[in-house]
């Protein structure tokens, strides 16, 4: 297969990682996943946090694979999940343990925060979805609990940003991930300085924000010793969500996307943010998109209740046994708001779904189809208001949803989604975020023109399934 040059997408999820290589073969983006590694929260003196030496060990083990099957990418990028970060001292070393976002850690966080700044006037300068476990509110758990890492940290970066100052000694902040802070100005499309002042938060840690094409550099000399050869690092789209959005397969103005994996991301793209009074109560969000687009969009808890639930049952059902179980659930009627802080990091999934029914004077789910239905009519019932939501706030109606991400292969719950919707859904690709981080590289490369042409080619690419083909079947 020589003469073929290969891209790198690493693509690291809150549970696993996966290296998957992409390249041009007739017109199309063919892709292979060649590693696929395990991701997962610890307890450190109290707290949930990340590992991160083991997600560098095999972000490096994943390359080496590359080296192995002699295939040596061009470029490499990596994505992560938003929000969570690292503080690096004068010498470029970690301070503290990294918290991960779902930490009880912010809690009454964003009370302090308004006390320095209203919540619509925040809003107003970002335009960002009020969550908790946002890196403003994570910014000042460690200002109120450990005061003296802030004054020690040097340089702050974001999990994708730390693993290619790893790879290449350069530390650079991407633009798409940085707008999950709730630092950035939303106009500007750079940090809101004044913001970090009036908090008193250091401004000398924040560095300039580069958009997604931008070249970090190659490897050290070190790094590429130990992976066998030298490459370029490549900033992706690095939030996974901003990768995810750039494969959705069209260029209408018609359709909502719907990123469907351990979160659901609902919305459309704007080429200008909407950070009005309204859009607020509505909880949008108006992050970064590729090449200076905005992605306003709803973050829904997704399929992490659904995973949690499948961990807790006695016996390991297939997706498709799952989906069986649910339909045999059909008659329960009770329904969770599935983005209640309850089902962010329970115990137990099934007795806080339990819990919530009981508080809320609905029948209790006691059996696994009841459950599983719960959740699943919860799940579609949020998407339909999201886009009904959607509507009211442009103002105008959107024809299609595209599904993309892993969830798009949940059949029962695309169904649910034509049901409950009545507009016509597409699901795929499955792996959006893997495409959108190498489409990123290409585009620097210019395999493409832009990213239109880029879509079109996605579109041909990968298989994409009118859902109520299927219903017919």
Not at 93 to 101: F, I, P, R, S
Not at 102 to 124: C, N
Not at 396 to 417: E, P, S
Request: aromatic share 10%; glycine share 8%.
């Amino acid at each position: 297969m020589s003469g073929i040059t290969y891209y790198l997408a690493v693509d690291i999820g809150a549970s696993s990682g996966r290296h998957i290589l992409g390249w041009m073969d007739k017109g199309k983006i063919r892709m292979e996943e060649i590693y696929r590694f395990e991701n997962k929260l610890e307890k450190r003196n109290g707290h949930l946090c990340w590992d991160l030496d083991h997600l560098f060990h095999e972000v490096v083990e994943g390359m080496r694979k590359c080296k192995e099957l002699d295939r040596i990418p061009a470029s490499v990028g990596i994505d992560t999940w938003g929000v969570d970060f690292v503080l690096l001292d004068a010498n470029g070393n970690v301070l503290g343990n990294t918290v991960a976002y779902r930490d009880g850690r912010t809690k009454g966080m964003d009370e302090e925060v308004y006390k320095v700044i209203s919540e619509s006037e925040l809003y107003g300068r970002n335009g960002i979805q009020k969550q908790l476990f946002n890196s403003i509110y994570q910014l000042m758990a460690i200002k109120k609990e450990t005061p003296q890492l802030l004054e020690r940290a040097e340089r702050f970066l974001m999990i994708p940003e730390y693993l290619n100052y790893r790879l290449t000694g350069v530390a650079m902040n991407e633009y798409t991930n940085a707008t999950t802070t709730q630092l950035v100005n939303a106009k500007t499309q750079d940090w809101d300085f004044e913001l970090m002042e009036m908090l008193s938060l250091p401004t000398k840690i924040f560095g300039e924000l580069n958009m997604p094409k931008t070249l970090v550099g190659p490897l050290s000399s070190n790094m590429a010793k130990r992976v066998g050869f030298q490459t370029n690092v490549v900033l992706p789209a690095m939030h996974d969500t901003g990768s995810a959005v750039m494969a959705v397969p069209t260029n209408s103005d018609d359709s909502i996307y719907l990123s469907s994996g351990t979160w659901s991301l609902m919305g459309i793209e704007r080429l200008i943010p909407d950070c009005t009074e309204m859009s607020r109560k509505h909880n949008f969000t108006n992050e970064g998109g590729y090449h200076h687009r905005y992605r306003y969009l709803k973050n829904i808890m997704g399929m992490w209740v659904m995973q949690n639930l499948r961990r807790e049952f006695k016996h390991k059902y297939t997706f498709e046994e799952l989906y069986e179980l649910a339909h045999i659930g059909r008659y329960f009627t009770s329904i969770v708001d599935v983005n209640d802080d309850t089902f962010l990091a329970p115990e137990s999934m099934i007795r806080a779904l339990q819990d919530y029914c009981e508080q809320t004077g609905q029948e209790k789910p006691e059996t696994e189809c009841e459950l599983l239905y719960c959740v699943y009519r919860s799940l579609a019932k949020c998407y339909a208001k999201t886009v009904a939501e959607i509507e009211t706030v442009t103002g105008r109606t959107y024809d299609t949803i595209h599904v993309v991400g892993g969830g798009c292969q949940d059949k029962f719950l695309d169904r649910l989604l034509v049901e409950v919707t009545g507009k016509e859904v597409y699901a795929g690709p499955v792996e959006a975020t893997a495409i959108g981080n190498i489409m990123a590289q290409m585009l620097r490369d210019d395999v493409f023109e832009d990213l239109k042409e880029a879509r079109r080619v996605v579109a041909k690419s990968f298989d994409v399934k009118r859902i109520a083909d299927e219903m017919d079947e």
